[in-house]
C-alpha cells in the first residue's frame, strides 16, 4: 500500500489529518482509518498543511465536528468535503 496522505481515527469522525509536507488541492488523497485500517480517497480542495485537518463530508456551520470518535468543536462556518478545517471555519463548543 502507497503511504497515506491523511489519517482519521474513528469511522463516526468527520475530520482527518494531513501527515504529508505540500498537500497540494486536487491531490487525490489516500486516506486510513487506524481504527481499522480500512481506506479510502478524498480529493483535496485546496492546499493544507501537515498536521491540519480535512472535512470527510459537508459541514454546515453549527454542526459538531468529530475526531478520534469525539466532539471536538463546532462549524463556524460550512465546509465542503476535502476543505480544510482549521479556526477559521471551526471553533470550540467552551466558549
Known amino acids: 500500500m502507497s503511504k497515506p ?3 482519521v481515527h474513528e469511522k463516526k469522525d468527520t475530520v482527518g489529518v494531513v501527515v504529508v509536507e505540500g498537500l497540494k488541492a486536487g491531490t487525490d488523497m ?3 482509518v ?3 485500517n480500512s481506506d479510502f480517497h478524498l480529493t483535496a480542495k485546496m ?3 501537515i498536521g491540519h485537518k480535512v472535512a470527510l463530508k ?3 456551520k453549527g454542526e459538531t465536528i468529530w475526531k478520534y470518535g469525539q ?6 462556518a460550512d465546509v465542503k468535503q476535502g476543505e480544510h478545517l482549521h479556526v477559521h471555519n471551526a471553533k470550540t463548543k467552551r466558549w
Do not use: R, S
Open 71 to 76: 466532539d471536538i468543536g463546532q462549524a463556524k
Open 5 to 7: 496522505h491523511l489519517l
Open 34 to 36: 487506524t481504527h481499522d
Open 30 to 32: 489516500l486516506c486510513v
Open 47 to 49: 492546499d493544507i498543511p
Open 58 to 60: 459537508d459541514i454546515a
